[in-house]
């Protein structure tokens, strides 16, 4: 298995098991704390140990006990200098690197041989839903686990939330919400009724080929110069209209246009507050594959090109097809267009931290098909550049709110009995 994927694994696991102690899990559980934390420090400045340590118990579910070893590894790897005044860690100076994949960091410290079968077993399991839902049989036969295992690994899973069983057309069938968010029942029921290899092959074509207009699918039977079969193009179009795909529509002029992606990942995967920055991403990729597949007079030769110039000068060169083919990025708010002259527009990105974040999952969703850096809570990382007080004041809010939520649920109770016992 390739360490990044044992890395991104491995932050799944974590995120979904949270406070969970799961006994069969021994290096694991450290690994994905590790992937955690290189996650959210990259970019920071020196952090306070104590800040760290709350900070970690609150967001991450990363137990004080643990930290220590957690940083030891990011240590050992070199994502972090550790400042310590005898056995005591006193804070900690991130290095996690900019342009490279942290996850492939992370997954080179561990080996097949660090790992013990519960965790294998899991991390088989796993990567077989990362791209579809499967068959119980199907996983038990492609990855060799033994049933017993296989059983207490897919427990486990659903106890974390990273694993989800159904029953559909009298099958059992496993599948992950950490990667199909968007009903996953219809998902599971055209798994069941089709088989997992035809559904993975149609993904992996979209994931190659992020952005591509349906109507050119539904055509010509390709994407990108790969051809699919006719099944596999009402596969595509019945998944999208049973919302497994949810693909943006956007009006240009007098014509509407529906864009393909790969569906999107659940909460564990995609931090709600980065919701917005995912559609501002794939309304990015929608308007230059429009230009480039589907333009009014001039095409686009390298949209790829075209969303680094932008990044990197702020702007796009005006032409007479900017008003209509941007028009969907002033309303997201990525940008504003700027007449210069008869009908050439000029299109000039709103310079925020949100845009340039969807302008590069952008550019990551043109040269990989991946989506990146989603599932980083920003609040948390605003906790890890302030001090002790700050987040104390964040656990105490917490707390109130979730004793206010108690208080209320138990009045309500109290109410909705007295009402029955009128009657």
């Not at 990259?42 to 609150?58: K, P, Q």
């Not at 996690?96 to 410290?109: A, D, K, L, S």
């Not at 980065?274 to 390298?302: D, F, T, W």
């Not at 990525?334 to 974040?357: A, H």
Request: charged share 25%.
């Amino acid at each position: 298995m390739e360490k990044k994927i044992i890395g991104e694994l491995a932050y799944d696991i974590q995120t979904g098991l949270g406070s969970i102690d799961v006994p069969d899990f021994e290096n694991l559980r450290t690994i994905g704390m590790a992937a955690t934390l290189a996650v959210h420090i990259r970019g920071l400045g020196e952090i306070d140990y104590t800040v760290l340590r709350n900070v970690s118990e609150h967001y991450f579910s990363i137990p004080s006990y643990a930290l220590r070893e957690v940083l030891e590894v990011l240590a050992e790897i070199e994502y972090v200098q550790l400042t310590t005044t005898g056995k005591k860690i006193k804070s900690i100076l991130p290095d996690v690197p900019r342009f490279q994949n942290i996850y492939e960091g992370v997954g080179e410290y561990l080996s097949n041989e660090d790992l013990n079968e519960p965790e294998q077993a899991t991390l088989a399991i796993m990567s077989e839903l990362q791209s579809k839902p499967d068959n119980n049989d199907r996983l038990i036969h492609t990855t060799g686990i033994d049933r017993g295992l296989f059983k207490r690994c897919v427990d486990i899973g659903e106890a974390g939330t990273y694993i989800k069983s159904f029953r559909a057309r009298g099958k059992d069938i496993l599948a992950s919400p950490f990667y199909f968010a968007d009903n996953l029942d219809a998902l599971v029921d055209t798994t069941a009724r089709i088989g997992a290899t035809e559904i993975q092959s149609v993904l992996n074509v979209v994931k190659g080929n992020q952005g591509w207009p349906l109507s050119l699918i539904e055509k010509r039977l390709e994407l990108g110069g790969t051809k699919i079969t006719p099944s596999q193009k009402d596969l595509l179009t019945h998944l999208c209209n049973e919302g497994v795909l949810k693909p943006p529509s956007l009006k240009f002029s007098s014509t509407s246009e529906t864009f393909v992606f790969t569906p999107s990942p659940g909460a564990g995967r995609l931090n709600a507050a980065n919701r917005e920055v995912y559609e501002r991403a794939m309304a990015l990729v929608s308007c230059v594959r429009k230009g480039q597949l589907l333009p009014n007079r001039y095409r686009i030769r390298s949209p790829l090109r075209l969303l680094e110039a932008l990044r990197d000068r702020g702007h796009l060169g005006a032409n007479s097809e900017a008003n209509s083919q941007y028009r969907n990025l002033v309303l997201l708010r990525v940008g504003n267009l700027i007449n210069v002259g008869g009908d050439r527009w000029e299109f000039r990105l709103y310079q925020t931290e949100e845009n340039q974040r969807a302008l590069k999952l952008a550019i990551d969703l043109f040269r990989t098909g991946e989506l990146s850096d989603l599932e980083v809570n920003e609040d948390a990382k605003i906790a890890l550049t302030k001090d002790e007080k700050y987040i104390q004041s964040v656990i105490s809010a917490s707390e109130l709110k979730q004793r206010k939520s108690i208080t209320l649920n138990e009045q309500a109770a109290e109410e909705f009995e007295q009402l029955i016992l009128a009657f």
